[in-house]
T-cell receptor
Framework: GDSVTQMEGPVTLSEEAFLTINCTYTATGYPSLFWYVQYPGEGLQLLLKATKADDKGSNKGFEATYRKETTSFHLEKGSVQVSDSAVYFC????????????FGKGTKLSVKP | GAVVSQHPSWVICKSGTSVKIECRSL??????MFWYRQFPKQSLMLMAT?????????EQGVEKDKFLINHASLTLSTLTVTSAHPEDSSFYIC?????????????FGPGTRLTVL
């Protein structure tokens, strides 16, 4: 079945460091891909998405490109801040269906000043 | 933005007892609510989808008699774990959407940590 694999955490970086969180997926069709972020004590929030191959999603300095050839959707940010400390979830979904998000395990990011 | 709350944020109970978890949409009417479960070091897994006023739709492998879901109003859904056992210890997360929409408008609660002794 469909699945999402993301890199094990936790990831600890210094402020202004470059961030990459790897995400690969297995899908029988052509899903939409998402990154969600969960800040401490809060619910998951949609960070960015891409709905088709070669699309780039971006938000708050984060970017991810839908790579069909490598079945990947890696999350990147050029310069992280302490406020980026959170848990990041990669997910896929087949457009049009309610919910039915398939999540990765989550990667905890800690950014030190 | 839209806010979804869960209560309690954590609960500890004895084996064999039942536990109710509430999920509320605070500033919008949620026609659909979802319940997820996350075991340690595992992915969030969808348990069930509920539409206001109708029976929940459970994912394969989820016991509907054990995990009772009630979505009696447009702002409240409850998940009751009946006769809880230690293997039910998990992180339960709800989400809500104001319409028949995709994940762009799915708003998540902060989760409830259940520990069954």
């Amino acid at each position: 079945g469909d699945s999402v694999t993301q890199m094990e955490g936790p990831v600890t970086l210094s402020e202004e460091a470059f961030l990459t969180i790897n995400c690969t997926y297995t899908a029988t069709g052509y899903p939409s891909l998402f990154w969600y972020v969960q800040y401490p004590g809060e619910g998951l929030q949609l960070l960015l998405k891409a709905t088709k191959a070669d699309d780039k999603g971006s938000n708050k300095g984060f970017e991810a490109t839908y790579r069909k050839e490598t079945t990947s959707f890696h999350l990147e940010k050029g310069s992280v801040q302490v406020s980026d400390s959170a848990v990041y979830f990669c997910a896929l979904n087949y457009g049009g269906s309610q919910g039915n998000l398939i999540f990765g395990k989550g990667t905890k990011l800690s950014v030190k000043p | 933005g839209a806010v979804v709350s869960q209560h309690p944020s954590w609960v500890i109970c004895k084996s064999g007892t039942s536990v109710k978890i509430e999920c509320r949409s605070l500033d919008f009417q949620a026609t659909t609510m979802f319940w997820y479960r996350q075991f340690p070091k595992q992915s969030l897994m969808l348990m069930a989808t509920s539409n206001e006023g109708s029976k929940a739709t459970y994912e394969q492998g989820v016991e509907k008699d054990k995990f009772l879901i009630n979505h009696a109003s447009l702002t409240l859904s409850t998940l009751t774990v009946t006769s809880a056992h230690p293997e039910d210890s998990s992180f339960y997360i709800c989400s809500a959407t104001p319409g028949l929409a995709g994940p762009d408008t799915q708003y998540f609660g902060p989760g409830t940590r259940l520990t069954v002794l």
